[in-house]
């Protein structure tokens, strides 16, 4: 049997298609480790618990957020798309559209684990799927799929206040916690959101500490961003 070379394809959140650049997999096992004498093997190895979950990375940050209905989480269905490579490319696509390995997950907990970006580059999301069982199918056939980036943004400016000061580097991250019950199975009976801490931090260019410092109330703030044009430069 041959090996086949798979290629990342895209991802549909609900009915929305979003392009992602980078895909991890994680089991997250739990292990039993038993020792019947004094030797230096465990007599027993178990495997008790796992917690499956999808990493997901994507430029297409408003694209995601639009279909996390602009909040940082939601419970949906999702597939992705992994593509064997082509030997002649044809429709624009050097991945065959027979033969797709499909994965979805229903009812899946999808959620944003951070936003970051450097001025000048593109503003990505890495964004995670857990919660649910992920089943595939390799002999999927792709019909009518366009994925483009239509929305993709750089840091500009920080605003708050009566101030608008330069940025060099973005980052939020929403430290999600969760709640994991295990019954008789090693995958959870439930698996519940308790837990949410977001933080941002930023690198800013300021004349002077005391803009910063003065700071001593709750104030709103604002991160200012550039669209990226076709054939033209960030506006």
Do not use: C
């Amino acid at each position: 049997m041959s090996t086949v070379i798979r290629t990342l394809v895209g991802l549909k959140l609900g009915s929305t298609l979003i392009p992602i650049q980078s895909k991890g997999d994680e089991q997250n096992n739990e292990w039993l480790k038993l020792y019947a004498t004094s030797s230096i093997r465990y007599d027993l190895v178990a495997l008790t618990k796992r917690m499956p979950v999808l990493t997901f990375e994507t430029n297409a940050v408003k694209t995601l957020l639009t279909a996390l209905s602009n909040d940082i989480y939601k419970l949906d269905d999702i597939e992705f798309y992994e593509g064997s490579f082509s030997e002649t490319p044809s429709n624009g696509y050097y991945f065959s559209t027979t033969g797709v390995l499909k994965g979805s997950a229903e009812e899946a907990v999808v959620f944003i684990d951070e936003i970051s970006g450097d001025i000048n580059e593109p503003l990505s999301s890495s964004f995670k799927v857990r919660g649910a069982s992920i089943t595939y199918d390799d002999e999927y056939e792709l019909q009518n799929f366009t994925i483009t980036h239509g929305s993709v943004h750089t840091i500009k400016s920080l605003s708050f206040n009566s101030n608008t000061i330069g940025l060099r580097s973005f980052r939020l991250s929403t430290n999600i916690d969760f709640y994991d019950y295990y019954e008789n199975s090693i995958d959870p009976t439930m698996s519940a959101i308790k837990g949410v801490d977001i933080q941002a931090t930023a690198t800013i260019l300021i004349d002077h500490y005391s803009l910063i410092s003065e700071i001593t109330t709750l104030t709103d703030f604002v991160i200012n961003l550039n669209k990226y044009q076709a054939g033209g430069l960030p506006q």
